[in-house]
C-alpha cells in the first residue's frame, strides 16, 4: 500500500514549469497546490484553484475549440524533409524521427476546417509537443494554405499560436516561411477576410514576427510569453532586471499590443462572438 | 594600411602586405640617394628605417631584414613585383575556399562598406528622409531619395556605423520598430510616386531589448513583411553585409533578392544558433553552426532564396569599396531596368509567387 502510495506520488513532476502533465495527481506550477489531473484535464487543462494554463497539445486545442465532429483535417500529407542535411549535436533527421514518432504526427501543426458555434472557419494549430512548434517549410505551407483556403472559400481563418519562433534547422527556408504567411494574409486582407490570431504560451521569435502579429484581431491567453526576443536574450543584452510581468499576455494588452486576454474557457464563445461582429 | 583591421585567416596576406610596404619604403629610398633632398633633417638617410619605421604590434610580421633588402632598384621592384603576385595567388585561393564562419568575418569587418558607404559612393543627389512620426527616428534605418545611375528611387538600408559613437546610436546596425515603421512609410511613399525601391540589408539582427519589445518589435517587422509583399512598384533587396534573420527580412520582401558574395543570409546567426543547439558558443561551435546554417551567398542561391550572387573585389569588398559599388550600382541599375519593363500592378503577384514557392517538403496522399 505505501509501495503503491510512493509510487503515486513521485508521478509528480513539480518544479518543471509548464510540462503536458502526466501522472495522476499533479502540482500546480503557479499555486503549488495539489490537483487531481483528471479535474484539471475536465477544466481545460486549466488549474481549478489558480485558473494556470497548462499548455496543451493541438489535438486537444482544436477539440476545445470546434463543434463536435465538425474538424476535417487538411493538409495532413505534408512531411518536413532535410533540405541542408543539418546537424548540430544531433542531425536534424533524427530528431526529425524521434518527435514524428513520440507525437505520432509528421510536423508541428494541425490544420482543417470546422465550425465554432455554427459558423464555419478555417483552423490551424501549431503544435509545442513538436520541436517546441517551431516553423519551417511544412508549418509555414500549411498556415499559407490554410489562409489562401480560407480567402478562397470567403471563411474566417483562426491562427492557434505556440511556437518557439522560425526552425533553426531549416534556416533561410524557415526565415522566407515568415514572408510567405504575411503575404497570403495581405490577400486575405484584400479580400475582407477576417484573421483572428490567438497567442498562447509561448509565442516567439520568427512566428511572433509575422503572422502570429498579424491579427485583425488578437486574442492571447492569460499569461503567455508573447515576445520578438527572448527574455534572456534581452537581459544578456541589456544586463538589467527585465520589468515585472515583463512579454506576458497582461503587459502586451496594457501596452497596447494585443485585443484581448481571454481565459481559455471563454475562447470558443469569443471567437464566435468576433466572427458574427466581422461578418464573414 | 597599418590601421588595417586584420583577420586571423588573412594573416600570411598581411605578412606579405607589411613586406611590399618596407620594400616600397626602400625603393624610395634608393632613388632619392643620388640627390639628397636640401632640407631633409641630417642622417636620415643613414638611419635604420626599415625595421624601426614598423609599429611595434606588428613585430610577429616578420619583415626582411635590413642586410637582405635588396641593392638595386630594379632588384627590389622585381621582389616587390613577385611578392604582389604571391598576395594576389594566396588572396585568391583563400577567398575561393572561404568557410562559411571566416565568411561571417569577412562579412563584419569593421571596413566593410556600409549603407551609407554606397550611398555617397553611388548616389547621386542623395535625399535622406527621417522619422517614423509615431516615435522617432532610428539612425540603424537610413531612408531616402536619390538617383541610383539615372533612375530615381527611394533607398532604405540598415546601417551600423562607423566611429563608435555612430556604432552605439545604432546599436550595431539592430534597427527598432520606428526603424522598421519609417522604412515602411517611406517606401509607402515611394509606391505613391511609382518610385522604384533598393533596400540594403545589413544587420545582425533586429534589437532585442525592453524598449524594442514594448513597441511591437514583431508587430513592425510583421507588417512590414505584409505591406512588401504587396507595393506596386519594383523591389530590388541586396545583402551587403549582415542578413541576421527577421530584422534582414523585415526590408528584404523583394522582386530580386542579391547578395554580396561574402556576405550572409540565415535564420539567426552562428553564436546564437550554437549557443541554443551546442549549448555553448565557442570557435568550434559557431564553425559549425555556420556549417550547418547554409548562410553563404551561394547556399543562399541554392535554395533559392536569393537571386543572384554580386561578386565581390579580390579579397572582399573591404579591400576595394569604391569597385564594390561601381559592381553593385551596375547589378542595381540592370535589376531596374528590367523590372522596369514590368506593368506595376503585376509585380505583387509575382512577388508572391516568388516568395510562396519557398520551403522544402514532401507531399503525401492522405488515405
Known sequence: ???????????????????????????????????????????????????????????????????????????????????????????????????????????????????????????????????????????????????????????????????????????????MQMAKTSAALARLDAAGGLFISVLTDPTTGGVTASFAMLGDVILAEPKALIGFAGPRVIQQTIRQELPDGFQRSEYLLKGGMIDRVVQRSELRSEIARIIDYSGT | MSAFYQLEFERPVVTIERRIEQLERHLRQLTTVPAPAADAPAGSADAPVFTADLPAANGDMAVIDADDLPPTAEATKSLIDRLAAQRQALLTDLYRDLSPWNTVRVARHPNRPQSRDYIEMFCKDFCELHGDRRFGDDPAMVTGFGRIGSIKCLIVGHHKGRTTKEKIACHFGCAHPEGYRKALAKMKLAEKFGLPIVTL??????????????????????????????????????????????????IAVADRVGMLSNSWYSVIS??????????????????????????????????????????????????DPKAMARTLERWITDQLQELRTHRRELLPQRRYERFRALGAYVEAAVA
Open chain 1, 1 to 175: 500500500m505505501t509501495q503503491t502510495a510512493a509510487k503515486t506520488w513521485t508521478e509528480i513532476k513539480s518544479p518543471r514549469k509548464s510540462v503536458i502533465p502526466e501522472g495522476l495527481w499533479l502540482r500546480c506550477p503557479a499555486c503549488a497546490q495539489m490537483i487531481y489531473r483528471k479535474q484539471m484535464e475536465s477544466n481545460l487543462h486549466v488549474c481549478p484553484e489558480c485558473t494556470h494554463h497548462y499548455r496543451i497539445g493541438a489535438s486537444e486545442r482544436v477539440r476545445q475549440l470546434v463543434d463536435p465532429g465538425s474538424f476535417e483535417r487538411q493538409f495532413a500529407g505534408l512531411w518536413p524533409t532535410d533540405p541542408l542535411a543539418f546537424r548540430d549535436l544531433k542531425s536534424y533527421k533524427d530528431r526529425l524521427s524521434a518527435e514524428q514518432k513520440k507525437s505520432g504526427q509528421s510536423d508541428a501543426v494541425l490544420a482543417g476546417s470546422c465550425f465554432i458555434k455554427g459558423r464555419p472557419a478555417m483552423l490551424c494549430v501549431l503544435d509545442l509537443s513538436f520541436m517546441m512548434g517551431s516553423m519551417g517549410s511544412v508549418v509555414g505551407e500549411v498556415v499559407t494554405r490554410s489562409i489562401e483556403a480560407a480567402t478562397e472559400r470567403r471563411v474566417p481563418v483562426i491562427v492557434v499560436s505556440g511556437s518557439g519562433g522560425a526552425r533553426m534547422q531549416e534556416s533561410g527556408l524557415s526565415l
Open chain 2, 201 to 250: 540589408v545589413d544587420t545582425p539582427g533586429a534589437y532585442p531589448g525592453v524598449g524594442a519589445e514594448e513597441r511591437g518589435q514583431a508587430e513592425a517587422i510583421a507588417v512590414n513583411l505584409r505591406e512588401m509583399s504587396r507595393l506596386k512598384t519594383p523591389i530590388v533587396s541586396i545583402i551587403i553585409g549582415e542578413g541576421g534573420s527577421g530584422g534582414a527580412l523585415g
Open chain 2, 270 to 319: 552562428p553564436e546564437g544558433c550554437a549557443a541554443i543547439l551546442w549549448k555553448q558558443a565557442n570557435e568550434q561551435t559557431n564553425t559549425a553552426a555556420a556549417d550547418s546554417l547554409k548562410l553563404t551567398a551561394r547556399d543562399n542561391l541554392d535554395l533559392g532564396i536569393v537571386d543572384s550572387v554580386i561578386p565581390e573585389p579580390l579579397g572582399g569588398a573591404h579591400r
